[in-house]
């Protein structure tokens, strides 16, 4: 029964916004060539304002951080279902908010910079830039609502704690990124694998040693799928002088040095499981590590599309809870 319930919330959610746009697609095979005009708006017409917001709809979610944000409550039900705790909705939007309230700063911060290698993310961003403030105090006040009215002196503490810190790194720690090689990198990783904290945290729950395993290894992820987002951005970080890994060890020693790191975090996995200190059910992660020697593999084309390639990274932590959920099942 548990598996089902939490098996629901997860495909609401990950449906919910698309379920909006099957049903606008639907209305384009209307044979509305024949329907009379109502008050002087034809159906066509409703039909073309109803594409139109859908193509806006599907752009923001693409580009104004609404899918990448995405991954934090992913996570955070990843983290839940190890613990074997009853998904909670709200702490999934609070950390959905104030992801999305951390990606739309730095993406208007980083405007004019993001021309370079984020051509369709720019356009759009710049084409909705009045609204993008608004957007973001939107974002804020709803993480902080939610997290002041259910959460407790710790969680309140530390979720704004991550907020600031998220925030920060665009105009107060990028700049270290120019002097401390690896520097960007290591303090993303760490910022949003703190996530595995957090929700305990909120339970108050007592973080234990599976909380320091977990977190050690989705670091060590985080850090292959930072630092490989950093391959796309290559030109532009050059440019402004930020010594990331890639430009730091070259694209060929660079890729090596993720295949080490991706080996080393679910070695770490598996003897956990070994050891008794994770349950037997996570090692359902293990195949994720083929997946991202896909990827890597992939990179080595001098040809290959690098941003095609980070959808994959993007796409992979949607899929940690349904493939948890499913062999606990199982088991």
């Not at 999934?92 to 730095?106: A, K, P, S, V």
């Not at 975090?265 to 359902?284: G, R």
């Amino acid at each position: 029964m548990e598996f089902c319930r939490n098996l629901s919330y997860w495909g609401f959610m990950f449906t919910k916004f698309f379920s909006l746009i099957r049903v606008i697609e639907r209305m384009n095979g209307f044979g509305y060539e024949n329907i009379q005009k109502i008050n002087g708006f034809s159906t066509e017409f409703l039909i073309k304002k109803l594409n139109t917001f859908k193509n806006v709809m599907m752009e923001e979610f693409l580009h104004g951080g609404h899918l990448v944000s995405l991954a934090a409550p992913a996570l955070a039900i990843s983290t839940m279902i190890l613990l074997g705790l009853s998904i909670n909705w709200v702490f999934l939007f609070i950390t959905y908010f104030g992801t999305l309230c951390i990606y739309n700063y730095d993406y208007i911060k980083g405007l004019k910079i993001d021309y370079i290698e984020n051509v369709d993310r720019s356009k759009h961003i710049q084409k909705y830039q009045n609204l993008r403030l608004l957007l973001l105090f939107v974002y804020g006040f709803c993480f902080l609502s939610l997290l002041f009215y259910y959460g407790n002196l710790i969680s309140i503490s530390f979720g704004v704690s991550l907020l600031v810190v998220g925030l920060a790194y665009t105009d107060i720690f990028k700049r270290f990124t120019k002097k401390i090689p690896g520097f960007k990198n290591i303090y993303t990783s760490i910022s949003f694998s703190m996530l595995i904290f957090f929700t305990p945290i909120f339970y108050s729950y007592q973080i234990n040693v599976l909380f320091l395993v977990f977190f050690v290894f989705v670091l060590l992820q985080f850090i292959v799928d930072t630092s490989f987002c950093d391959l796309k951005d290559m030109k532009s970080d050059k440019k402004h002088g930020l010594k990331t890994l890639p430009i730091l060890f070259g694209r060929k020693k660079f890729l090596l040095f993720l295949y080490v790191v991706n080996l080393v975090s679910f070695t770490i996995l598996m003897v956990a499981v070994i050891s008794n200190l994770i349950p037997l059910f996570s090692l359902v992660l293990v195949p994720f590590f083929l997946y991202r020697i896909y990827y890597i593999n992939k990179a080595k084309n001098p040809g290959v599309d690098i941003s095609k390639l980070t959808s994959l990274v993007d796409a992979e932590y949607f899929f940690w809870p349904m493939a948890l959920l499913l062999v606990q099942f199982i088991i």
